[in-house]
């Protein structure tokens, strides 16, 4: 059965500081891996994918299959990154659909 | 354009009763998921559809089950309520259902059961 782990509720850090969001994942396939974002009293929203490899707002993620590892990063910390953070994983492109298993969350907070 | 729109937003019921839970997918958007949220935790697969078939199933007991209509909009239906099933529960829409597409998230429906 796939499993994603994210082992920190809570981050804190200062603004202008580096994060870091760990998420590792357990499944036996190819998985599609994502961060979703949800910012206070909004819903939950993409922030972005592996396959994509793209950066969002300054944030990067990439897919480390030997560590099954999908760790969120941004070099800079704002305060408007202070959100809860989920890292969710789908069977991929010839999975049985876009089932998306979440891990727990991460709430980071970002201080002045 | 319109997001995914759920309805109602919040909802009070007693236990054993049924429930029934509305969805409005983006339009163009196909494919429609159903969560569960409890607190505390990530959201829960529950069901997914797409042109009106179910294609995937979480571990939800009989209960729960859904259906898609013609104009891709959704219902979850939840019988036989419990405590437990007090939750938050997010509806998502993709154009398709493949594994690598974006889904889009509704606001959630708060089911509160007493």
């Known amino acids: 059965a796939q499993r994603v782990t994210q082992p920190e509720k809570l981050l804190s850090v200062f603004k202008g500081a580096p994060v870091e969001l760990k998420c590792n994942y357990s499944?036996?396939?190819?998985?599609?891996l994502f961060w979703y974002v949800q910012y206070s009293r909004q819903r939950l929203q993409l922030l972005l994918r592996?396959?994509s490899r793209e950066s969002i707002k300054g944030f990067t993620a990439d897919l480390n299959k030997g560590e099954t590892s999908f760790h969120l990063k941004k070099p800079f910390a704002q305060e408007e990154d202070s959100a809860m953070y989920y890292c969710?994983?789908?069977?991929?492109?010839?999975?049985?659909?876009?089932?998306?298993?979440f891990g727990t969350g991460t709430q980071l907070k970002v201080e002045l | 354009d319109a997001g995914v729109t759920q309805s109602p937003t919040h909802l009070i019921k007693t236990r054993g009763q049924q429930v029934t839970l509305r969805c409005s997918p983006i339009?163009?958007?196909?494919?429609v998921s159903w969560y569960q949220q409890v607190l505390g935790q990530g959201p829960q697969f529950i069901f997914q559809?797409?042109?009106?078939?179910?294609?995937g199933r979480g571990n939800f007991p009989d209960r729960f089950s859904a259906r898609q209509f013609p104009n891709y909009s959704s219902e979850l239906n939840v019988n036989a309520l419990l405590l437990g099933d007090s939750a938050l529960y997010l509806c998502?829409?993709?154009?398709?259902?493949?594994?690598?597409?974006?889904?889009?998230f509704g606001q959630g429906t708060r089911l509160t059961v007493v």
């Open positions: 998502a829409s993709s154009r398709a259902p493949q594994g690598n597409t974006e889904a889009f």
């Open positions: 499944y036996s396939g190819s998985p599609e």
């Open positions: 592996h396959i």
């Open positions: 969710a994983l789908s069977e991929g492109v010839t999975g049985g659909g876009n089932k998306l298993t």
């Open positions: 339009s163009g958007h196909k494919s």
């Open positions: 559809y797409y042109e009106k078939e179910e294609r």
